[in-house]
């Protein structure tokens, strides 16, 4: 369904059809507006509404509180009781509150996985460097000096991280739409929109950059100690 779309209605037995004139994700739960006139017209029901929605001719935050406090200034001078009112930026703020929640259990999943990534890189890395330690005599023979093997080891692990890094873009595609679709289906009753966020990219770039080169400091370390005498004992 989309803005225009003509959908059919069953009311109290009789089918009748209507045309969806706007569209919005502001709240939780799914609700429909019409016009009370039409309601009542259309269903027979009157005296029934337990909400009111005004519609303002500007959307900034001051002049909705202002038009929330003259309304029920004026309700409250005919002893109307009232028991709530919300203008839609309140409304927003609530809702951006409820996903601050989920936002923060997802950024701390991030921070996990970066970790236990750093340190399986970290591992790898050092691994590479107990492999590899003829070559490093080779090199250490040849004159290389600490800060030489030192850069050797971390760009290598460097290049791990680049590479893991641009395997990750098309792989989390399709499982960032997924879980829009699971979280927004579950919380909104409706997907969320997926959008692919170039920011997002580069600063997990600059992340994977830091922890690449992070783990590959003691491995690197590790390698610049190693002398011509450890390379040749190494079995």
Known sequence: MKVGSVITLDIAGREEEWTILGSG???IVPIAYMFYDDLTSQTGLDGLANRLVVQTTRSDSA???KVQSDVLTRFDKI???VLGSQTTTQLKETNAAQMD???ILLLSMVVLIAIVGGLGLAITMSLNVIERTREIGILRSLGAQNGVVRRVVIVEGLVIGLISWAVSIPCSIPLAIWLGDSLGNSLLARP????FSIPAVLMWLGLMTAISVIASIIPAQNAAQL???DALVYE
């Open 227 to 229: 002398t011509i005498r």
């Open 63 to 65: 002049f909705q509180s």
């Open 25 to 27: 994700g502001r709240g």
């Open 101 to 103: 929640v989920l936002i």
């Open 192 to 195: 969320l929109d997926y959008i």
């Open 79 to 81: 002893n109307f009781y």
